[in-house]
């Protein structure tokens, strides 16, 4: 379906440059002197990156329909990740390549994002807020009371993060996966 710059909304998908983009932000513009434009902000969704582009008014875009799905991670075999569509209960399985850094956040039965744009999967989006074992981190030592002071640990699925010298092999942390940023301890 063919859109315009009229047609414009925030979280809105379309195809620009064979690239599935979202627009972020725009700003319709009227100079006293030639033609209206539209700026906008556009992300990419594959890459993430936001860019600036300009268009005359009345462009026509392609828009790309995007629905997501909810589902449950299962496990990893190494090569695949397996999800479950937990109205159906249809078993999916996704190359590791295409999970990418989501794979850091996802553990066993954890509900995970599912993005659609058509019949292709686009990304995969792990809960916001994480809870995951510490497996392996050096000892804080007793009195280093220094503010923000770190420490890197490994978690249970195997991404190595920055955590307060306080936590120990065994603490439950609160993990952002957004930035892989430490929470609290749960």
Known sequence: MAIS?????????????????????????K???????????LRDIKTGRVVDY??????KFDSVRLETKKMQFLYSDGTDFNFMDMSS???LSIPAETVGSAANWL???????LMYAGDELISIE????????????????????????TK?????TGVTIQVPT??????????????GRFVKRV
């Open 166 to 179: 306080f936590v120990e092999i065994g603490d439950v942390l609160q993990i952002d996966s957004r930035d």
């Open 126 to 149: 792990p809960p916001m807020f994480v809870e995951l074992e510490v497996t392996e981190t050096e000892p804080g030592f007793k009195g280093d009371t220094a503010t923000n002071t």
């Open 31 to 41: 100079p006293g002197k030639g033609g209206a434009f539209v700026r906008t902000k």
């Open 152 to 156: 890197p640990a490994t978690l249970e």
């Open 89 to 91: 209960f249809e078993q």
């Open 5 to 29: 710059t009229a047609d414009f909304r925030n979280g809105m998908c379309i195809e620009y440059n064979n690239k599935l983009c979202t627009i972020v932000e725009f700003q319709h513009v």
């Open 107 to 113: 553990k066993e039965n954890d509900e995970a994002t």
């Open 54 to 59: 300009t268009f005359n008014a009345g462009t």
